[in-house]
């Protein structure tokens, strides 16, 4: 349980807020042998060996596919997920996007995480519960498009000027599986709420039970 607690730890640091970056072009664009440094939406003018010139430009689509090894999904290119290997044999996947609504896949190598959706939960609402904040939570299931079912637990955290919706679900096999939670804040939801329904829209787990 202990390494449990930690995996539970490292979601709550994770999710406080982005790293500050530096200036660096986010790609390097090469073309017969010639590089450039280029962000999305960008152009450059491009010296090709013999001396011919021409304009590249990079776009980023929409969409991206994300692929853990036993689980992918779609999310906005504009998002990116970041990989943290927590130890003890468990992996946390993170999205989070401006506004701080997150989506987090925990792929646990050597446990069925499944009955860990309590513990996920009180830890990630007991400050907010410490300070007052009320904590509602129902049985809930998500049915992928296979026919997997995913059970965890729908909450709401409200306080007295705002709500916090989580959802915590999990799929497991014998002794492996995944956590999936997603948190959209209240004054939020109508902007990111696409954001969590194209996650679980696209969703794909690929362990397969007995």
Same mark, same amino acid.
């Given at each position: 349980?202990?390494?449990?607690?930690?995996?539970?730890?490292?979601?709550?640091?994770?999710?406080? =807020?982005?790293?500050?970056?530096?200036?660096?072009?986010?790609?390097?664009?090469?073309?017969?042998?010639?590089?450039?440094?280029?962000?999305?939406?960008?152009?450059?003018?491009?010296?090709?060996?013999?001396?011919?010139?021409?304009?590249?430009?990079?776009?980023?689509?929409?969409?991206?596919?994300?692929?853990?090894?036993?689980?992918?999904?779609?999310?906005?290119?504009?998002?990116?997920?970041?990989? #943290?290997?927590? =130890?003890?044999?468990? #992996?946390?996947?993170?999205?989070?996007?401006?506004? =701080?609504?997150?989506?987090?896949?925990?792929?646990?190598?050597?446990?069925?995480?499944?009955?860990?959706?309590?513990?996920?939960?009180?830890?990630?609402?007991?400050?907010?519960?410490?300070?007052?904040?009320?904590?509602?939570?129902?049985?809930?299931?998500?049915?992928?498009?296979?026919?997997?079912?995913?059970?965890?637990?729908?909450?709401?955290?409200?306080?007295?000027?705002?709500?916090?919706?989580?959802?915590?679900?999990?799929?497991?096999?014998?002794?492996?599986?995944?956590?999936?939670?997603?948190?959209?804040?209240?004054?939020?939801?109508? #902007?990111?709420?696409?954001?969590?329904?194209?996650?679980?829209?696209?969703?794909?787990?690929?362990?397969?039970?007995?």
């Amino acid at each position: 349980m202990r390494k449990v607690s930690a995996a539970a730890l490292i979601l709550i640091a994770l999710c406080a =807020g982005p790293a500050g970056g530096e200036d660096l072009k986010a790609f390097k664009l090469t073309i017969d042998g010639v590089t450039v440094d280029i962000d999305p939406g960008e152009s450059a003018d491009v010296t090709l060996p013999g001396g011919k010139r021409s304009k590249v430009t990079l776009e980023r689509n929409d969409f991206a596919t994300f692929s853990g090894s036993v689980f992918s999904f779609v999310h906005p290119s504009n998002i990116s997920v970041t990989k #943290t290997d927590i =130890g003890d044999d468990i #992996t946390q996947y993170l999205m989070a996007s401006a506004l =701080g609504t997150i989506v987090v896949v925990q792929e646990y190598g050597a446990m069925n995480p499944v009955s860990l959706n309590q513990l996920m939960l009180q830890e990630m609402t007991k400050e907010s519960v410490q300070a007052g904040a009320t904590l509602t939570q129902e049985p809930t299931t998500r049915k992928l498009a296979d026919g997997k079912e995913l059970t965890g637990i729908h909450a709401e955290v409200k306080t007295r000027t705002d709500t916090a919706d989580f959802e915590i679900v999990g799929f497991g096999v014998a002794d492996r599986g995944l956590l999936f939670i997603t948190r959209i804040a209240g004054e939020d939801a109508a #902007t990111e709420k696409p954001l969590v329904d194209k996650f679980w829209q696209s969703l794909k787990v690929k362990l397969q039970r007995d």
